[in-house]
């Protein structure tokens, strides 16, 4: 179908339904005699009319905030976007077999007997243009014989392209119209739609985001990531490692398979906390639906996470002021915190230090003067991020929803096992993050970040030091300018030969002392 036709198709259908809503909306016994009448009053009364007039203006503001708000924190939309989409996956009707095994087909570019013994062509789930098989490979990959099958459907996919082409041409038409919208900035915001919801499609961003996730927690043994199959990956097909897997929600299988509920509530803490805030990359639509337990007789009682395709990252500075700011507010550090909003730029340079950590004290105390089993860690780095709202400041998004996936893991958690103490979880392992980052170890991590600066510039010193002398020699004007320069030149030359020689000593101790921990 030509695109101008079908956005101009989607157009009618959406103004079609629009008037049937409000027709739906009129009395049942009386809708046109309703409607009329309310123009006809409206027509009818000039004062009416003036009122309109006024009105119209007073809700201008408010919706011109809701749609600012949504332009500069898209993330409040998208999340409850693919909410909406996971709430409507048990609606949507997956193909059927032979149309299954078709589609299939034509995905992998070869017929399905030369790569898979068997294929259970009846989905196992079905979702919002996509379902998931399980399958057998003929020949066995990476020692995977059993392997799931998450295949987008293309045709659905192209209707979702054609709507969402719909919605950036109205919002471009619209900033071409009015200046309200060239201000608010629609096409911007609809493209921001459009890129969230595509990649949420994304079977190779996905298969990316899960082989990354499975190298951060290489050799944990509280979790398990299902290996990627990348020749079996196109771009309507994730194929990765089968795991017999239950929901974390299901309380009575998880009985049955003897997996213990209270190491499990505090996997779920720990996992979550050290994903979003040690290694920066994290689940961005976390909930109970996307944790299941492996129910395998090798990984019996450790998490899978599932559906990677819409994750998030912070920023070195975004992690360790979360992690840092965390440690701070666990300690009931707030003139620390306060700094660190400062210094992060959350708040206006003029903001008082003092009048922050006020705040911060009004809203955090409470917590601790709770039982500990009623302390709730992220309700208090919901105060940790939003403290600097009264002060016309913001913090940056993804730190946002760094805090709200950690609450939904906490939630989970306690759910599993209401004993859990997520309070005393969270501050030891953002403590341990915190301990790492300042030593030895974060040195070495901040050092091994400066080394490609450091391969520019070092050739450069001699270079540099040959400028700096000229420059000091055409300023001595006199002998003992002169003198004096000499003498500076043979301290610096001791002072560099003693710390080379420094460093050579520490490089041999160091290098002694790893071989005779090796032996």
Same mark, same amino acid.
């Given at each position: 179908?030509?695109?101008?036709?079908?956005?101009?198709?989607?157009?009618?259908?959406?103004?079609?339904?629009?008037?049937?809503?409000?027709?739906?909306?009129?009395?049942?016994?009386?809708?046109?005699?309703? %409607?009329? @009448?309310?123009?006809?009053?409206? &027509?009818?009364?000039?004062?009416?009319?003036? #009122?309109?007039?006024?009105?119209?203006?007073?809700?201008?503001?408010?919706?011109?905030?809701?749609?600012?708000?949504?332009?500069?924190?898209?993330?409040?939309?998208?999340?409850?976007?693919?909410?909406?989409?996971?709430?409507?996956?048990?609606?949507?009707?997956?193909? !059927?077999?032979?149309? #299954?095994?078709?589609?299939?087909?034509?995905?992998?570019?070869?017929?399905?007997?030369?790569?898979?013994?068997?294929?259970?062509?009846?989905?196992?789930?079905?979702?919002?243009?996509?379902?998931?098989?399980?399958?057998?490979?003929?020949?066995?990959?990476?020692? &995977?014989?059993?392997?799931?099958?998450?295949?987008?459907?293309?045709?659905?996919?192209?209707?979702?392209?054609?709507?969402?082409?719909?919605?950036?041409?109205?919002?471009?038409?619209?900033?071409?119209?009015?200046?309200?919208?060239?201000?608010?900035?629609?096409? +911007?915001?609809?493209?921001?739609?459009?890129? /969230?919801?595509?990649?949420?499609?994304?079977?190779?961003?996905?298969?990316?985001?899960?082989?990354?996730?499975?190298?951060?927690?290489?050799?944990?043994?509280?979790?398990?990531?299902?290996?990627?199959?990348?020749?079996?990956?196109?771009?309507?097909?994730?194929?990765?490692?089968?795991?017999?897997?239950?929901?974390?929600?299901?309380?009575?299988?998880?009985?049955?398979? &003897?997996?213990?509920?209270? !190491?499990?509530?505090?996997?779920?803490?720990?996992?979550?906390?050290?994903?979003?805030?040690?290694?920066?990359?994290?689940?961005?639509?976390?909930?109970? *639906?996307?944790?299941?337990?492996?129910?395998?007789?090798?990984?019996?009682? *450790?998490?899978?996470?599932? =559906?990677?395709?819409?994750?998030?990252?912070?920023?070195?500075?975004?992690?360790?002021?979360?992690?840092?700011?965390?440690?701070?507010?666990?300690?009931?550090?707030?003139?620390?915190?306060?700094?660190?909003?400062?210094?992060?730029?959350?708040? !206006?340079? /003029?903001?008082?230090?003092?009048?922050?950590?006020?705040?911060?004290?009004?809203?955090?105390?409470?917590?601790?003067?709770? =039982?500990?089993?009623?302390?709730?860690?992220? #309700?208090?780095?919901?105060?940790?991020?939003?403290?600097?709202?009264?002060?016309?400041?913001?913090?940056?998004?993804?730190?946002?929803? +760094?805090?709200? #996936?950690?609450?939904? +893991?906490?939630?989970?958690?306690?759910?599993?096992?209401?004993?859990? /103490?997520?309070?005393?979880?969270?501050?030891?392992?953002?403590?341990?993050?915190?301990?790492?980052?300042?030593?030895?170890?974060?040195?070495?991590?901040?050092?091994?970040? @400066?080394? !490609?600066?450091? +391969?520019? %510039?070092?050739?450069?010193?001699?270079?540099?030091?040959?400028?700096?002398?000229?420059?000091?020699?055409?300023?001595?004007?006199?002998?003992?300018?002169?003198?004096?320069?000499?003498?500076?030149?043979?301290?610096?030359?001791?002072?560099?030969?003693?710390?080379?020689?420094?460093?050579?000593?520490?490089?041999?101790?160091?290098?002694?002392?790893?071989?005779?921990? %090796?032996?």
């Amino acid at each position: 179908m030509p695109p101008l036709f079908r956005r101009l198709l989607l157009l009618f259908h959406a103004l079609r339904y629009g008037a049937r809503l409000i027709w739906l909306a009129a009395p049942p016994e009386h809708k046109l005699h309703w %409607m009329i @009448e309310l123009v006809g009053r409206v &027509h009818a009364s000039g004062r009416g009319g003036r #009122s309109l007039h006024n009105v119209l203006p007073a809700l201008g503001p408010l919706a011109s905030r809701f749609a600012q708000t949504l332009t500069e924190r898209p993330e409040l939309a998208t999340g409850t976007l693919h909410d909406a989409i996971d709430a409507i996956d048990h609606m949507e009707a997956p193909l !059927p077999p032979h149309e #299954s095994e078709q589609a299939l087909a034509r995905a992998f570019g070869q017929p399905l007997a030369t790569l898979f013994s068997a294929v259970d062509l009846v989905p196992v789930r079905g979702g919002f243009a996509e379902q998931t098989h399980f399958a057998r490979l003929v020949t066995p990959v990476k020692g &995977h014989h059993e392997v799931a099958i998450k295949l987008v459907r293309a045709d659905q996919l192209q209707q979702i392209g054609d709507e969402l082409a719909l919605l950036r041409w109205v919002a471009r038409w619209l900033e071409k119209l009015s200046g309200t919208a060239r201000r608010l900035q629609l096409r +911007a915001l609809a493209q921001t739609f459009t890129d /969230d919801i595509l990649r949420r499609f994304d079977l190779r961003a996905e298969a990316a985001n899960l082989s990354q996730t499975g190298h951060h927690f290489d050799g944990d043994k509280r979790i398990v990531v299902p290996a990627v199959i990348w020749d079996l990956c196109t771009n309507h097909t994730l194929t990765m490692q089968r795991i017999s897997t239950l929901p974390a929600s299901d309380l009575p299988g998880l009985h049955a398979h &003897h997996i213990k509920l209270a !190491p499990l509530a505090a996997h779920i803490v720990e996992v979550v906390s050290r994903q979003a805030f040690e290694h920066g990359f994290f689940h961005a639509t976390l909930d109970a *639906r996307h944790v299941r337990v492996s129910v395998e007789p090798d990984t019996l009682g *450790r998490l899978v996470l599932a =559906e990677f395709s819409i994750m998030s990252t912070l920023s070195t500075g975004e992690r360790e002021f979360f992690v840092h700011g965390a440690t701070a507010l666990f300690d009931q550090d707030y003139g620390r915190l306060a700094d660190m909003h400062r210094e992060a730029g959350h708040v !206006p340079h /003029d903001t008082r230090a003092e009048m922050l950590e006020a705040e911060l004290r009004t809203r955090a105390e409470a917590h601790f003067a709770a =039982e500990p089993e009623d302390r709730s860690a992220g #309700s208090l780095f919901h105060h940790l991020l939003h403290a600097v709202h009264p002060f016309e400041g913001a913090v940056p998004a993804r730190l946002a929803n +760094a805090q709200r #996936s950690f609450q939904q +893991a906490e939630m989970l958690a306690r759910a599993l096992h209401p004993g859990v /103490d997520t309070w005393s979880i969270t501050r030891g392992v953002l403590a341990d993050i915190a301990r790492r980052d300042l030593d030895h170890r974060g040195w070495i991590k901040r050092i091994s970040r @400066e080394l !490609p600066h450091l +391969a520019h %510039m070092l050739p450069r010193v001699p270079q540099l030091a040959v400028r700096y002398l000229q420059h000091e020699h055409a300023r001595a004007r006199t002998p003992q300018q002169n003198a004096q320069l000499i003498a500076d030149i043979a301290r610096e030359y001791r002072r560099t030969r003693v710390l080379l020689w420094a460093c050579v000593l520490c490089g041999g101790v160091l290098g002694a002392g790893t071989m005779l921990l %090796m032996w």
